[in-house]
């Protein structure tokens, strides 16, 4: 599994996939709406994110006059093992509090 640099638009799309659901699934508008980021940020990461195999992106099958063919963007077993062990060493980064943090002032 390749590497992943993880910036601060990196885990905003990772946040965005973590929340998303089969009955909610992230594509690539929803993801930069939701991660507050330009499509010109977000596609290359989910690109990155396929290609080292964090990520599986699935052709929306339905025809929807009016408007381009989605692509659905899943975080692999990989990918969440990956997600989930970088928000283990690096919580802050992902807006969360440390368990040894909390009640310090």
Same mark, same amino acid.
């Given at each position: ?32 709406? $939701?991660? =507050?980021?330009?499509? @010109? ?7 990155? &994110? /396929?290609? *080292? !195999? ?5 052709? $929306?099958? =339905?025809?929807?006059? @009016? ?7 899943? &975080? /692999?077993? *990989? !990918? ?26």
């Amino acid at each position: 599994m390749a590497s992943i640099r993880l910036t601060r638009p990196t885990l905003e799309v990772l946040q965005v996939l973590l929340s998303s659901t089969s009955d909610s699934p992230a594509w690539g508008l929803k993801i930069c709406e $939701e991660a =507050a980021l330009g499509s @010109g940020t977000v596609y290359p990461i989910l690109e990155r &994110l /396929t290609d *080292a !195999g964090w990520v599986t992106r699935t052709a $929306e099958t =339905a025809e929807h006059p @009016g408007r381009p063919k989605r692509y659905y963007y899943e &975080l /692999t077993a *990989a !990918g969440l093992r990956a997600t989930h062990a970088a928000r283990q060493r690096r919580p802050r980064l992902f807006g969360l509090v440390p368990t040894h943090d909390r009640g310090q002032a």
